[in-house]
């Protein structure tokens, strides 16, 4: 499904990504753990299209096609989805003609006809049940006056919806009370399939007590330094990630200077 | 940040469409003004004496008034004697008895620009005035309206049919003097759409006017009159293009409307008229005085307006709440691209008790736009309890262009209540790459975007304008579902 090789990517000259390979299988959750500024967002965001991000080496193949070679919305269209750490407000924009306008993108690139109003929502609020999300947020300015939780329900109803083929999820575990963490979790486990792959993003390793992965890895400094099976996101969690950090090379002390 | 902000600002660069010209002889009077062009003016519209001395009182008025110059807007001096002040198709000498008379090339222009006239494709529930130059040239669904006692027919029309109302309201809410451009419009003004609703009738369609300017070289001075009776209720939309040409062209109308106790009139606006090309080489000239009075109690007065077109916009349509709990409204959105200008707001004027008013501005600004919300609220001391609301949104799309805010407000009885938001904001990059992110592409995107921006006003506009407004900012239609 995805093969990253070698990728490294910059900020305004700055190099946040330092050569990161991984390889994800349909059908494979994979988390991905590390402390805050290791560049986790990074590399989802440069994953998702971002320009702000300049990819200066490295590959990402996507379902036999070159990821990098395609703006965003190819990308979203190609089965690509990103759950925003920080979902953005639109204000004026309701939330159910964002879900309509990107379904049927989605649709229209596969070459399937757009949906009509009627099976559109019969189909959202089916989807709906799975992040019990209030109906009312439905015809609200896309996140504008939501919550925290609401915001991260809405981005997976988002991916309920549009049912990609790579969910990457930026720390929409981060901030949610206990209740709302399982209802993403369960919508995370609704949606896994034999033809779908997930990248977790998170920070602590609660979520994958509810979602549980096939592999972690620990992203410090730009790098995968670790991989390994659930075991050691628990691992983690007792030590933190301070047996890991050491692990600065000569080149990143450089950096830091 | 330069060049991304660069990049947003290819996105909303979009065609005029409608500048295309119609190829009809023309009835025009020689360029320049004077006595003589105005008895001409009069003459051919074979008016009544008391319009043709009020025309000559304001032209000798306007022989003695200056251009103003306070406004945020740069142009070269306008050459009076160089525009033509009265152009008319050639055909129709004594205007078209019925639509079949009517010049099947200026039929085609309306179609064009997806305006039918034809009775077979008319438009369900919309009557329509069509202005061509300085002439109404059709006016659809008059002999149903005229069942309900409605008038809706050109201007030259009512001062033969109705010289009673005209008389008695025409420059009513606009005096002739009361500004340079309207005095001079009051001297010349050509056509325009006359609306009367008696007493207790509610208007069962939209009534609408669509202005096209087509000769080179000619001025549009229009002149509306809209009196809704005691009860009444009226909706009217107003459209307007022009061909694309280097020179810039004056459009310098009038509206007046008149609601009178517990009447309603809703007036809206999408101005497209041409904006000129990039480089701001030719477009129109903008500069039109629209007031409205209630005059009564429970009066209620609507202004919503989209306006993306014209090199210079310049207007403030303004409401006068004489009678008490009289209601006065200010939608606007104003899209300035390329080198257009925009100085436009409104004036509420609070007289009676218990007046309220609500004004709601959007500016939109791109390329080297300016765009400048200028707004009087104005609180008389008989007006007690007096509520005004005012919130001024401006959106900048990219770097090089300007948003500017001037309100003023007056309030001289200490029971009035004045509220005023103002924001700006920049259209964010991580707004569009989230929706992008969502599969729409960029230009859709920013179109979303903007068009969440305007939803305030949009919702104002009657379905068809709300759909040609969107269209005009690159917008597909929202609002098929929720
Ligand atoms: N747009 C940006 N401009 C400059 N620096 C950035 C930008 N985005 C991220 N960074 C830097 O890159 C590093 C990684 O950030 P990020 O990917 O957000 O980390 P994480 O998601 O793991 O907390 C941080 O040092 C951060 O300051
Ligand atoms: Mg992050």
Not at chain 2, 37 to 53: A, G, H
Not at chain 2, 414 to 430: F, G, L, N, R, Y
């Amino acid at each position: 499904m995805l093969t990253i090789t070698d990728l490294h990517a910059s900020c305004d000259g700055k190099e946040i990504l330092r050569g990161i390979d991984l390889q994800i299988n349909a059908g494979e959750v994979h988390a991905i753990m590390g402390p805050n500024g290791s560049g986790k967002s990074t590399l989802a965001n440069v994953l998702a299209g971002r320009d702000r991000y300049q990819v200066t080496r490295g590959t990402v193949k996507y379902r036999d096609v070159d990821l990098l070679q395609m703006p965003p919305e190819e990308r979203a269209r190609a089965g690509v989805f990103l759950a925003f750490q920080y979902p953005v407000e639109i204000p004026g924009v309701s939330n159910i003609y964002l879900l309509k306008a990107a379904l049927n993108a989605v649709r229209k690139s596969r070459g399937e006809r757009e949906l009509d109003a009627m099976d559109f929502l019969a189909l959202v609020k089916e989807r709906m049940q799975l992040v019990e999300m209030k109906e009312e947020l439905l015809y609200r300015s896309v996140n504008e006056g939501f919550s925290g939780g609401e915001k991260k329900r809405n981005e997976i109803l988002q991916m309920a919806v549009l049912a990609p083929y790579l969910a990457i999820l930026d720390e929409t575990d981060s901030g949610l009370d206990i209740d709302a963490l399982q209802v993403v979790a369960a919508g995370v486990n609704a949606l896994r399939s034999p033809d779908r792959a997930f990248l977790l993003i998170t920070h602590y390793q609660r979520l994958l007590d509810y979602v549980v992965p096939d592999v972690v890895h620990v992203l410090i400094g730009g790098r995968i330094v670790k991989s390994g099976d659930r075991a050691l996101a628990l691992e983690l969690e007792r030590t933190g990630y301070a047996d890991l950090t050491p692990a600065l090379t000569p080149a990143t002390m450089l950096d830091e200077r | 940040m330069e060049t991304s902000s660069r990049d947003i600002e290819t996105l909303v660069r979009r065609e005029y469409e409608a500048g295309f010209v119609t190829d009809v002889e023309s009835d025009a009077v020689p360029a320049g003004l004077s006595e003589d062009v105005i008895r001409l003016i009069s003459e051919k519209k074979r008016e009544p004496d008391f319009m043709l001395e009020w025309r000559l009182r304001a032209y000798r008025q306007w022989l003695t008034m200056r251009a103003p110059r306070w406004a945020h807007v740069h142009f070269a001096p306008i050459d009076f004697q160089s525009i033509v002040y009265y152009s008319a198709p050639k055909s129709r000498d004594d205007g078209p008895k019925s639509l079949a008379d009517v010049d099947p090339k200026l039929l085609e222009t309306y179609d064009k620009l997806g305006i039918p006239l034809r009775e077979r494709e008319l438009l369900a529930g919309v009557a329509i005035d069509a202005v061509f130059d300085s002439v109404s040239v059709a006016t659809t669904f008059k002999d149903k309206l005229a069942a309900l006692g409605i008038v809706f027919c050109p201007f030259s029309e009512a001062v033969q049919k109705h010289p009673d109302l005209v008389r008695k309201y025409l420059g009513s809410v606009v005096p002739y003097a009361d500004n340079f451009y309207a005095t001079l419009n009051s001297a010349v003004f050509s056509d325009g759409s006359f609306v009367y609703v008696p007493k207790g009738v509610r208007c069962p369609m939209e009534l609408s006017t669509y202005f096209r300017i087509n000769a080179s070289k000619t001025g549009q001075f229009e002149r509306t009159l809209i009196i809704a009776d005691e009860g009444a209720y009226v909706s009217y939309l107003e459209g307007c293009t022009a061909p694309m040409r280097d020179e810039n062209q004056l459009h310098a109308a009038v509206v007046e409307l008149i609601a009178l106790k517990d009447a309603q009139i809703k007036y809206s606006t999408v101005q497209n008229w041409y904006p000129g090309d990039e480089q701001g080489r030719g477009g129109i000239y903008n500069f039109v005085t629209k007031r409205g009075a209630c005059r009564g109690e429970n009066a209620k007065i609507s202004w919503t307006q989209v306006e993306t077109g014209s090199a210079i916009t310049w207007k403030y349509p303004s409401v006068i709440l004489e009678g008490d709990n009289s209601v006065g409204e200010f939608y606007s959105v104003a899209v300035t691209n390329n080198m257009q200008q925009a100085d436009t707001g409104t004036k509420m004027l609070h007289i009676g008790r218990n007046t309220r008013s609500t004004i709601i501005s959007k500016g939109i600004s791109s390329g080297r736009g300016q765009n400048t919300y200028r707004g009087q609220v104005k609180v008389l001391k008989s007006a007690e309890n007096a509520r005004n609301y005012t919130q001024c949104d401006s959106l900048l799309i990219g770097d090089r262009c300007g948003a500017h805010t001037f309100p003023y407000v007056e309030v001289r009885n200490p029971t009035a209540s004045v509220e005023h938001e103002a924001t700006t904001s920049k259209i964010s990059e991580d707004q569009l790459f989230y929706l992008q992110s969502r599969g729409l592409a960029a230009e859709d995107a920013v179109s979303v975007v903007v068009n969440g921006f305007c939803k305030t006003v949009f919702k104002e506009l009657p379905m068809e304008f709300a759909v040609e407004a969107q269209k005009l900012l690159g917008v597909s239609l929202e609002g098929a579902v929720g």
